[in-house]
Structures are given as structure tokens and as C-alpha cells.
């Protein structure tokens, strides 16, 4: 074993164990391989990006974009409706012929975009027929599977091996060079879930079978078991309050859905929608949140709350008053995002901007510079800001200027916790004070000794007097939401919608980039004026929506929001996600249906009949679909996954440093060649294993480049036929159905069906079976050894 083949082994190992774990991103992983490799030496560096050029890279790309001209013009969904005429009230019938469509679609187009187009017509079958989404949504993710084996086209894997094989000077597979197989794949996995695969499909509730869009998603998210009414009572203090100035999200977690004033109902409410005293607020989230804030206890005003800065400035700790300077880092940043406490171990506590005071409303203004700070803090370290090029100058500042100049007397209290609160023995961070309500604690005053500026770990205790800084207003708010009351009317979720308001069911379409960012990365309300309610993933519904906020988007999940209709129909048209209610689909350009699917046609008849190379075919075709306007130009670049074209680039040099250093015919040899000693079936099916298995959680285009060059090797060792090996490898690198990982179809119709990991594999595994039993006895009759 050479020191190539050792290199070339270990960047395998780790490429597949960060494929698996996805603690790097697929296309990400692909060029540290190809870095790995080039700057090993195990490949010449003027080749190590030859993959890039490779034409399946090419062809990949160019289809993805003749996939998008037949979604634009709404060919596919043209299909999806004669399955929806055509499917009558047949269970068995329904699913055969959505499987068969998908199937048939995958073949020509994307399956991942089939999928997706497909996914609608799904709900809609299921509401009208008194279905769950989740006894079709799995059958369709792998029809698209199965039917992807059927042409050259159908998924990157056969084009990826086609190219592989015309590298050899054998000619590349033809278009239909994988019917034979793929058609019967296809055929025997429609049978298997309408005979037996159904009956391990689950029949997961999403609400009533009745049908309809509320109750269906009521049940789906337990809506009804969520909503609130509360009251707000006489004299409220948040009389007058914006949505945005009630705070009720960021203190209890709430989404507002509606206000009942009056006898009238006020649906998905504006955020400057004004709040009246006896108004009954309809919210989405948990009771407890609200009974938990009762507890904090009434945080009275201490009777000596106006000599809150005479007790604060004591023994060392000190007032100082600081002057951003010209070319200060700190100039366009705020207070809250430079962390200003922790990193000059002081406290803002007012800034004075052109004599104008900010003070207990600054945390988010910029700053500028010139801006002079007051600041908190022990005199040992503030004495440390005057070596600080951040600031023009340092000064000292007594009780009395501050009080005068920054006006601190309106914006210092001091607070008691009292007796029985929940807030004894829960830390600053639990309490939440700062994060809801705006009011930060500089000091904890307790008998057995005080504690000056406490850290967010600090532990209060009943009896504490805590001195705050904050606006009155946010302590009047805090007062104002202990005073909510349960209303005696019960909400109901069918009251919520109405001709222009409603609920809507969406999830990430595939090319979305919006995968492991949160909700306040994208600033998902203030972009789309919708409430994001909740959001379903692995069979949970999760509800609240501070969690919501800070939860990293996955592929799958399903989301559920509310708000006026014309906002939804907006969100359907973004291209990062994927509207679940087909009337507010986007408006396709039927009129040019024609024209895409003569290009599609045109496209197979050229490369079938090898008149083109099928990459020039692709290429042409792909214009073709923007030159007629089947696919606007900004359009190309989102069809384009670009992931996969940086995945296939980066693992192509390794399928090369696979075969230059001999670690392909060292496999062979003694890993498949054992195998074969047993027989030529045994061979296939090791092979089929090898690559089924691993594209359970490995990018099946990445099986097909990792495992070709083993299947090559073996053919030339054992003297077998090159094309019958990559026919089997074409195969296995498709079979991702134990688990939702291994492919993106999966992944897709997961969140929507409410499926878990167990559920692919209790389905997929006698198809998985079925299919090594087509490969070792089936595919040697087509393409004989």
C-alpha cells in the first residue's frame, strides 16, 4: 500500500464522516477534498480542478434550468391536475397514479422539483378525498426516486457515469440506455406500496378527516389547544400601547392574532395597531407563561427610589464620562452590539448626543462620534479606558452633574422582589428583565452585602431591592401584563379566518438558502408582514416564538403562518419558499407550456438519437427555454443548485485520485474480488450494497463518483462488463429509502407529512430489498456480465 493510497483512504474516511455527520456543509466538504488532494501531491494541482469542466458538471446545470422552464410555464402542474381529474376516490388508485406521475416526471426533470411541484396536488387529493397527507407524501418522494432511474437524465448519478464511461473511450449510456432497468425499478416499487407498502405507511393525524384548510391545520399544529383570550382590564397601562410597545412576544413568548373591540373582530393586527383597555386579545402560546409572570409578585417601587443614584455611586464603583473618538471602531455600532459591559467592563448609563439626552433609550440608537458616555463602573478599571483608542477622552463626573446634565432621576428605580416570587433563586438571565423589558439591573442591594453591576448568572432572592435603569413606561408594561386576565369566551381558530386573513402551510422550497439561518436572520415578519406560528418537524409542532426565533431553518420543516392573504400570495412567489395551498401559487406562463415542453422533447430526441452530446444538447435546450421566455434570465442562477455543481467539481478530483493512485483497483482486489469469488451475483450485490448503504446519508452524486472507479477496477481485474458494473452502481446510488437524509425528496415531504427517520425505514426497507433482488437477478439479463 502505497503513501498515495493511504492519503487518498484517510481523506475518504473523513469526507464521509463529515458527509454523515453534515457538520460541514456537502459543498464545503467537496473542495476540502479537492484542497486535500492538490496539496497532498496524491494529484497534480493543474488537474485538481479539471472536475469543474467536466461535462456532467456542465449538463447537471443545463438541466436544472430545463426543469425550471417546464415548472415556470406550468407544464407540471398541468400533469398534477389530470392526476387530480383522473385519480376519482380510489386510494389505491390515487396513490398508483401519483407515484407513476412523479415517476414519469422524475425521468425528464429534477425529481427534487418534481417533487416540489407535486407536493400541492398532494393536499389538495388529501383534503378531497379524506386522506392524510402522510399515506401519499412518502410513495411520491420515492417514485421520484425510482423514476430517476429510468433516463440519462433523471438524476445526477447516471449522467455523472455516462461521462465516466465515454472518459474510457467506450461511449457514454445512451438517454434511454437505463429504461430497461429504471421502468421496471419503477413498476416493481408502484406494486410493492400499493399491494403491501402501504400498510407501513403512517397514518399520522394532521386534524380532521373532514377535510377543509382550518380544521386541517388546527389539528396538524393544536391550534385549539394554544389560543388564548385575555382581557386587558380598566385603566391598563397598555391603554394607548402599540403592538410593538406591549411587548407581549418578547415578555411571554405571544403572537397576536386578533383583537376583539367592541363586538368586532380585528384580524392579523398591524404592529402600530393601538390597544384600548377592555380590548380582549387572541393570542397563540402557552398559559403558563402568563401564570408564570403573576408569580414574579408585584415588583413594587421601593419607598427611596429617587435616591437610586446617590446608593448606586458608592465605595468604588464611580461615574465617568467618556467621548467617542473620530476614527473610533465603535462609530455605526450600538451599545447592545459591541456587548459595550462586558468588553470595558462598564455600564452605559445615558448618552449625550449635541446636548440632546438619550439616555433609557440607546441600546439600539448608533453611535456617533462625538457621543459622550456616562459610564458606571469601578475606578480601577475605568481608569483603564484613557489608554483606549476607541475614546477622544476621559473625565470624572459627580452625583449631582450627572443627575443634572443626564436627567438620570427618570430613568433609575429601585425595585423590591418580594416574599414568594418566582423570581427568588432565578438568575438575571432567567428573569428576563433586560431581554423583555428593557430594564437592566446595575445593582443587587441585600442584606448580606450588595452586589455592584451583578452578571446575567447572578442569583436574586426574595427581599432584593433592586436598583434598575429603564424607561418608566417598560415598568408600567410589565405592570400592565401581570394585570392580564383569562377572558371568559373562548377563542375558536375558525374565527380567525376570513376572506382576506387566514393560515397558510409552507416549507423550504429546494433551492432555498435559507437552510440553518433563523426567523431574526431573515427578519421573517418585518420581510413579509406574517405571523410565524409554529413549526413542525420530526412529528412535533413547536410553538413558542422566542424559541421560534432562534431555531436554525431545516430542509423539511414544515411552517405555519397567518396573516392577510395577499401578504401569503406574496411569500408564494419567493423562490426560497414553498406556498402548501395551491390557490396561491404563483401565475404561470401557460401560454408558453407549448413551447418549453417542444424544447424538452427536442432536447431528448437530440441526445437519444446522439445527434448532440448531450451536454451541447442540454446547454441549447437551457437557452432555448430563456430566448423564448419560458425562463426569465434572473431565473437561471436559482434553478442552478449550485451546491451540487461545488459537490460534483470537488469529487471528481477524488473518482481521479481514486484511479491514479491505485486505491480503486486495491479495493477491487480485495474487497469486491473476494466477493466475486463467489459468484457474479455475489459481485453485484456487494457493489449494490456498497452504494445503497452509503447513500442513506452521503449525497447519492457522491456515491456514484466514490464507488465508480471501484466497479471499474473490478470489471478490468475479473474481466466483466464495465457498463453492467456503473448499471449497478446507477442503482444503488438511487436507493435512498431507509432513511430521509440520503436525499433531498426526502427531506422534503418530511416536515409536510410529519413523517419520522423510523417511518423511511419501515417503508423503505422490503423496497430496498425488492430492489437488490432486481439488480443481482434482473439487470444481468439486460446487461449480460
Known amino acids: 500500500m502505497t503513501a498515495d493510497v493511504v492519503i487518498v483512504l484517510a481523506i475518504v474516511a473523513v469526507a464521509v464522516v463529515l458527509f454523515v455527520t453534515e457538520w460541514v456543509r456537502y459543498d464545503g466538504v467537496a473542495l476540502m477534498v479537492l484542497l486535500s488532494l492538490a496539496i497532498s501531491g496524491v494529484i497534480p494541482m493543474a488537474r485538481a480542478i479539471d472536475g469543474f469542466a467536466n461535462p456532467a458538471v456542465v449538463t447537471i446545470a ?16 398541468l400533469v398534477g391536475a389530470q392526476v387530480l381529474r383522473l385519480a376519482g376516490d380510489s386510494p389505491v388508485r390515487v396513490t398508483a397514479l401519483l407515484m407513476l406521475t412523479s415517476g414519469i416526471m422524475s425521468g425528464v426533470m429534477n425529481n427534487t422539483a418534481a417533487v416540489a411541484l407535486l407536493i400541492p396536488v398532494v393536499i389538495e387529493i388529501s383534503r378531497r378525498l379524506g386522506m392524510r397527507p402522510s399515506r401519499l407524501l412518502i410513495p411520491l418522494s420515492f417514485a421520484a426516486l425510482l423514476g430517476g432511474m429510468t433516463t440519462l437524465i433523471g438524476t445526477g448519478p447516471n449522467i455523472l457515469l455516462s461521462t465516466i464511461l465515454e472518459r474510457m473511450g467506450q461511449g457514454g449510456f445512451g438517454f434511454f440506455s437505463f429504461t430497461p432497468v429504471g421502468a421496471t425499478a419503477l413498476a416493481m416499487g408502484v406494486l410493492y406500496v400499493v399491494v403491501a407498502g402501504r400498510y407501513f405507511l403512517p397514518d399520522r393525524s394532521t386534524g380532521d378527516d373532514e377535510g377543509g384548510d382550518e380544521i386541517d391545520l388546527s389539528g396538524r399544529y393544536r391550534l385549539a389547544e394554544s389560543l388564548i383570550a385575555l382581557r386587558i382590564p380598566a385603566d391598563s397601562a397598555l391603554d394607548g400601547c ?61 419607598r427611596e427610589s429617587d435616591d437610586a443614584l446617590g446608593r448606586l455611586v458608592k465605595d468604588s464603583t464611580v461615574l465617568a464620562e467618556v467621548e467617542i473618538a473620530e476614527k473610533s471602531d465603535l462609530v455605526d455600532s450600538t451599545v ?42 469601578r475606578e480601577d478599571q475605568l481608569q483603564q479606558l484613557r489608554y483606549a483608542t476607541e475614546f477622544a477622552s476621559i473625565g470624572w463626573t459627580d452625583i449631582g452633574s450627572a443627575t443634572e446634565e443626564y436627567e438620570l432621576y427618570r430613568w433609575l428605580m429601585r425595585l423590591d422582589i418580594p416574599e414568594g416570587s418566582w423570581l427568588d433563586g432565578k438568575t438575571l438571565a432567567a428573569s428576563s428583565l433586560r431581554r423583555a423589558f428593557d430594564l437592566t439591573v446595575l445593582e443587587v442591594e441585600r442584606e448580606a452585602g450588595d452586589i455592584a453591576l451583578p452578571s446575567a448568572s447572578e442569583r436574586l432572592r426574595a427581599g432584593d431591592c433592586l ?26 381558530v375558525g374565527e380567525l379566518e376570513s376572506e382576506d386573513v387566514g393560515f397558510a402551510e409552507v416549507t423550504l422550497a429546494p433551492s432555498s438558502d435559507l437552510v440553518g439561518k433563523t426567523l431574526r436572520d431573515v427578519l421573517f415578519r418585518e420581510s413579509y408582514g406574517l405571523n410565524l406560528i409554529s413549526i413542525f418537524r420530526g412529528g412535533r409542532a413547536f410553538h413558542s416564538n422566542i424559541r421560534i426565533a432562534r431555531t436554525g431553518l431545516e430542509f423539511g420543516d414544515a411552517l405555519l403562518v397567518y396573516g392577510p392573504r395577499k401578504k401569503i400570495a406574496l411569500l408564494a412567489r419567493d423562490p426560497r419558499f414553498l406556498v402548501l395551498h395551491g390557490q396561491l401559487h404563483e401565475v404561470f406562463r401557460v401560454d ?20 448532440l452530446p448531450v451536454y451541447i444538447a442540454a446547454l441549447l435546450g437551457a437557452l432555448l427555454m430563456v430566448f423564448t421566455g419560458c425562463v426569465k434570465g434572473n431565473e437561471v442562477y436559482t434553478f442552478v443548485e449550485w451546491r451540487v455543481v ?43 450494497l456498497i452504494c445503497a448503504l452509503a447513500a442513506q446519508f452521503v449525497p447519492t452524486s457522491a456515491v456514484a463518483v466514490l464507488v465508480a472507479p471501484i466497479a471499474l477496477s473490478a470489471a478490468s481485474e475479473l474481466d466483466l462488463s464495465a457498463r453492467a458494473l456503473l448499471m449497478v452502481v446507477a442503482v444503488g446510488s438511487s436507493c435512498a429509502f431507509l432513511s430521509p437524509f440520503g436525499h433531498p425528496v426526502n427531506l422534503l415531504v418530511m416536515g409536510v407529512g410529519g413523517y419520522k427517520v423510523v417511518d423511511y425505514t419501515k417503508v423503505g426497507a422490503p423496497l430496498f430489498l425488492l430492489m437488490m433482488l432486481m439488480v443481482v437477478f434482473f439487470l444481468p439479463v439486460v446487461w449480460p456480465l
Open 646 to 688: 461545488m459537490l460534483l467539481g470537488g469529487m471528481l478530483a477524488l473518482g481521479l485520485a481514486m484511479e491514479d493512485s491505485g486505491t480503486a483497483e486495491l479495493i477491487a482486489r480485495e474487497v469486491v474480488g473476494r466477493a466475486a469469488e463467489m459468484g457474479p451475483r455475489v459481485l453485484i450485490a456487494s457493489i449494490f
Open 336 to 377: 447592545r452590539s459591541i456587548d459595550f459591559r462586558n468588553r470595558f467592563q462598564a455600564h452605559v448609563l445615558a448618552i449625550r448626543r449635541r446636548g440632546q439626552v438619550l439616555s433609557g433609550s440607546f441600546q439600539k440608537v448608533k453611535l456617533d462620534a462625538g457621543d459622550a458616555l456616562l459610564l458606571l463602573g
Open 467 to 492: 436598583i434598575v435603569e429603564g424607561a418608566p413606561a417598560s415598568f408600567a408594561v410589565l405592570e400592565a401584563l401581570q394585570a392580564l386576565v383569562p377572558a371568559e369566551e373562548r377563542p375558536s
Open 592 to 611: 408558453r407550456a407549448w413551447i418549453a415542453s417542444a424544447i424538452m422533447v427536442g432536447f431528448i430526441l437530440a441526445a437519444s438519437l446522439n445527434l
Open 62 to 77: 443545463a438541466v436544472l434550468v430545463l426543469s425550471g422552464g417546464l415548472y415556470k410555464t406550468g407544464v407540471a402542474n
Open 242 to 302: 402599540s403592538l410593538v410597545e406591549a411587548r407581549l412576544g418578547q415578555a411571554l413568548g405571544y403572537d397576536l392574532l386578533a383583537v376583539r373591540r367592541k363586538g368586532s373582530l380585528v384580524r392579523a393586527p398591524e404592529r402600530d395597531f393601538v390597544l384600548r383597555s377592555e380590548d380582549v386579545l387572541i393570542v397563540e402560546g402557552r398559559i403558563e407563561a402568563l401564570e408564570r409572570l403573576h408569580e414574579w409578585g408585584h415588583l413594587a417601587r421601593h
